[in-house]
């Protein structure tokens, strides 16, 4: 079949350029053998003093899970030494709970205040820590209120799981990969096709350009698949990684984020005149939402005004939705915020592209 | 016989006319020569013939095929070189032609193209590593996967040294024996001399002539005109060629 031959010739291209084989491999397999031979898990400790009178059946439970997970490393206290601590940096952060913790009045449950005194210098660990336990709290919720769940929403224990920062690493570099061969990697191959007459020598033959175009893209997207589970695999293999979710659903996500930020590289390759402007404007893109979207570190850590612009940014949803089906049971209807929202990005990447794509 | 024919063709960008209203035919098995200065409509008229650009009016027949309604039939008719055409970075001669072969959903025989434009021993190379005669060849290597019926070749020769343009020539002149129809544009007029069988030249969108080299020579010369030098017997290319021979040299 001579369609073979195009996806053929597709693969030989993508594999004997070297640069972008550098970018688009080999790049994320050395970021992830960096952070997966230093013991970041150790650094990521979060110090957690907690004040716990003990009073109640719920608290004494409270303080045992906390021990148990690997997060924290938990000290006890009265109020007041655990504050001085905080004050000399011995603790990230300092959780008193109520005398009455977790004993509601039945008739009229009022919400309890636990209060949060944490070093503002240290705003990873405190987002990480306060991500995690966010998460018990609203578990042991349930558990106390007994609340008939509306949702059958399953809320696994990302907590005890999501510890190693490999593998929070992981499915970040994973998007990442598929948001680099979007957008720069499209544009850039597109574009020096343009600027080299390529696309011109095509239309001088029977072919349709975008057939042609559709063999060039549709090979890289599925190169790039096989190029994540390369990164899992060894993810898994060699530094251990926890993958709990369904892999299939990772290869859903995939395609889906991978043809929102290629409709974005079409449009990018529509504006841009040459290769240079073209990885000009991708770097432009793709930079900021590298370190904005929590690929390396939590978004929790970030100032909040600036979590509540970037949350909308489609690596954000890609990241998120990448981590819940890799760390936890979480199925495509669980991170179905993620799923609209990247839908609509690829909306409007596309309508972008239509709009700004030249064949000339 | 024609095998092309363009009747009051007409191509505008806004209010710049580039071809005006010209009418030519190209006979079966010649090799027809376009001559005319830079921004003459050259490349337009052979773009439109070969269907790469919109026809605003007038008609052109391929081969009976009327070019404005059937362009992609035209294009399975036809071989191109472009005037800077440039392929792939990342696949060889032989990959190339076989891509080629695909667009036209042809299966070929990359090697037996190769022997014909003496790129044997390149198949394996890239492209980019090519000399400028070594990749003109292959240009035209490429335009001819399909074994058209038409070549078009745009300005084929510039840029080469004396020896690789005349071993182009031969080249060009061992495809119009096979039978094929060769339409070309140049700058050279001792190409369009020694290679083509009849020139048409343009200037500002017209055609001024169309003839045979010798008889434009003969018309010009009964007109009375004379060359203000003195004839010589040779001139530098001569004292060149002599000097360094015929010999084609690959860098």
């Not at chain 2, 060889?92 to 080629?100: A, D, I, Q, R, Y």
């Not at chain 2, 005109?225 to 015929?246: S, Y």
């Amino acid at each position: 079949m001579q369609f073979g031959q195009m996806l053929l010739a597709a693969t030989k291209m993508f594999y004997r350029d070297k640069r972008m084989l550098f970018f688009s491999l080999f790049i994320p397999l050395v970021i992830m053998s960096i952070f997966g031979v230093m013991d970041f898990d150790k650094f990521g400790t979060v110090k957690l003093g907690l004040v716990n009178n003990q009073r109640t059946e719920i608290s004494k439970r409270f303080g045992q899970t906390l021990e148990k997970i690997k997060t924290f490393q938990v000290s006890q206290g009265t109020e007041e030494a655990e504050k001085k601590a905080l004050d000399k940096g011995d603790r990230d952060m300092v959780l008193v709970l109520p005398d009455n913790f977790g004993q509601f009045n039945p008739r009229n449950p009022q919400p309890q205040n636990l209060t949060l005194y944490y070093n503002q210098g240290r705003s990873d660990r405190v987002g990480a820590g306060t991500m995690v336990l966010e998460q018990i709290l609203s578990e042991s919720n349930f558990q106390i209120t007994k609340t008939p769940r509306l949702f059958n929403l399953e809320k696994k224990s990302v907590s005890s799981q999501i510890l190693s920062y490999i593998d929070f690493l992981v499915p970040g570099i994973a998007a990442m990969m598929i948001m680099q061969l979007g957008i720069i990697g499209v544009s850039a191959l597109i574009t020096s096709f343009k600027e080299e007459g390529i696309l011109k020598r095509l239309r001088a033959t029977p072919i349709q350009p975008s057939i042609f175009l559709f063999s060039q893209v549709f090979t890289r997207l599925i190169l790039l698949l096989a190029q994540v589970g390369v990164v899992l695999v060894i993810g898994i293999a060699v530094f251990k990684m926890h993958l709990i979710g369904n892999p299939l659903n990772l290869v859903v996500i995939s395609i889906l984020g991978g043809i929102g930020f290629l409709s974005i590289g079409f449009a990018i390759s529509g504006i841009a005149k040459t290769r240079d402007t073209a990885i000009t404007i991708a770097q432009l893109i793709q930079m900021p939402m590298m370190f904005l979207s929590g690929v390396f570190f939590p978004r929790e850590s970030m100032p909040e005004a600036l979590q509540k612009i970037t949350d909308y940014l489609p690596l954000s949803y890609l990241v998120h939705a990448m981590r819940e089906l890799a760390l936890t049971n979480a199925t495509l209807l669980t991170v179905q915020t993620d799923v609209v929202a990247l839908a609509i990005w690829a909306v409007i990447g596309f309508v972008l592209a239509v709009k700004f794509f030249r064949w000339e | 016989m024609a095998i092309i024919e363009v009747k009051n063709l007409v191509k505008k960008y806004g209010k710049f006319t580039a071809v005006d209203g010209i009418s030519f035919e190209v006979k079966k098995g010649e090799i027809f020569g376009i001559l005319g200065p830079n921004g003459a409509g050259k490349t337009t008229t052979l773009e439109m013939i070969e269907g790469l650009r919109e026809i605003n009016s007038g008609e052109i027949l391929l081969d009976g095929i009327n070019v404005k309604d059937n362009p992609n039939d035209i294009k399975r008719l036809i071989g191109i070189q472009l005037q800077s055409s440039s392929f792939f970075d990342h696949l060889n001669l032989k990959e190339l032609l076989t891509l080629f072969g695909s667009f036209y959903n042809q299966k070929i025989n990359p090697m037996e193209i190769l022997a014909e434009v003496e790129l044997t021993d390149k198949a394996k190379s890239t492209v980019k590593s090519l000399s400028g005669g070594q990749k003109q060849r292959f240009s035209i290597a490429s335009a001819m996967v399909n074994d058209p019926i038409v070549l078009f070749l745009d300005e084929p020769t510039t840029g080469l040294d004396p020896q690789a343009r005349r071993h182009l020539w031969n080249f060009i002149r061992q495809i119009q024996k096979k039978g094929k129809t060769v339409v070309l544009t140049t700058h050279y007029m001792e190409e369009a001399e020694e290679l083509c069988d009849r020139i048409a030249i343009m200037d500002r969108g017209k055609i001024l002539t169309l003839d045979t080299p010798e008889n434009l020579i003969k018309n010009l010369l009964k007109t009375g005109f004379k060359k203000k030098k003195i004839i010589q017997e040779a001139n530098m290319e001569d004292v060149f060629l002599n000097l360094t021979g015929h010999g084609l040299r690959e860098e």
